[in-house]
């Protein structure tokens, strides 16, 4: 059932990757396991990703410009086609813009941010999430998030990247202590990235009399052509705001939210705090 629901629901990536695959394969006068064995793959995998049962994954790619690419370098200029499609239908409009961001300014309160996320904290978010989804879906949805992360390191230009997360978030563990704690050590190792500043949003803000974070989480982002634009996701649904009059409102509501942060050192003696607690 999974993979007839994967057929109906494989983009246009997919299946041009697909009918490319099996075209060239019979080109060369190969059959499926003759591939599969040139890449690493069994004959049910080339046939599945052929028919689009089970769409390829970045690494099946990789091995397909190897095995039968011809050096014309389709199945490597597929690839972020394929990662695109990955992302959930709420996020797709917003990934290319965050891949080609030059500043991305990101405040969050439930969970650390996508772009932050470790593989295991990934995969438990993902996989711990309502309705369940295959353990095939989990596999892609969290390659693609992983794959998010070269944005920390592209140049020309270096991206400025910004986080403020919630206290709590830190706090909240997402499949087990020993993931959360790795995901903690894993956001100060990413914080000495000279392109990021992480800072932290108190739990105990509120009760100082105001708190500019209380209507949730944004991005915002400048484009690679200096545009200013805001995303906004709840309970699956996004939206992507560059009204100027919206999005000045969001900057300064963003600003206001970082001034009441805990500074950046304050942060990371926090998350080290956190990180080197015993948990049962």
């Known amino acids: 059932m999974a993979r007839a629901a994967n057929k109906a629901q494989a983009g246009g990536a997919a299946r041009m990757v697909a009918a490319l695959a099996k075209a060239l394969r019979e080109q060369l006068g190969l059959t499926q396991e003759e591939v599969g064995r040139m890449t690493g793959y069994t004959a049910s995998a080339i046939s599945a990703m052929e028919t689009c049962a089970q769409p390829a994954s970045d690494a099946m790619l990789v091995a397909l410009e190897k095995a039968i690419g011809g050096g014309l370098g389709l199945f490597e200029k597929a690839r972020k086609l394929m990662l695109m499609e990955k992302y959930p239908p709420q996020f797709q409009d917003f990934a290319l813009m965050e891949a080609e961001a030059v500043t991305l300014s990101s405040y969050q309160t439930y969970v650390v941010s996508g772009l932050f996320q470790t593989p295991e904290y990934a995969r438990a978010l993902i996989g711990g999430g309502y309705p369940p989804l295959s353990e095939a879906m989990v596999d892609e949805l969290v390659e693609a998030r992983i794959a998010r992360r070269a944005l920390f390191d592209r140049t020309n230009p270096t991206p400025m990247i910004e986080l403020i997360l919630d206290e709590a978030a830190l706090r909240r563990p997402v499949g087990s202590w020993d993931i959360q704690r790795a995901q903690l050590y894993a956001l100060l190792e990413d914080a000495e990235r000279d392109n990021v500043s992480l800072q932290v949003m108190a739990m105990d803000r509120g009760a100082k009399g ?70 049962t």
């Open 210 to 279: 105001s708190h500019a974070g209380t209507r949730g989480d944004m991005v915002l982002v400048v484009t690679k052509d200096h545009e200013h634009v805001v995303y906004l996701e709840v309970e699956d649904e996004s939206s992507l705001v560059s009204n100027p009059v919206k999005v000045a409102r969001l900057n300064h509501r963003y600003a206001k939210i970082r001034s009441q942060a805990l500074s950046p050192d304050d942060s990371l003696s926090l998350i080290r705090k956190l990180a080197g607690e015993e948990r």
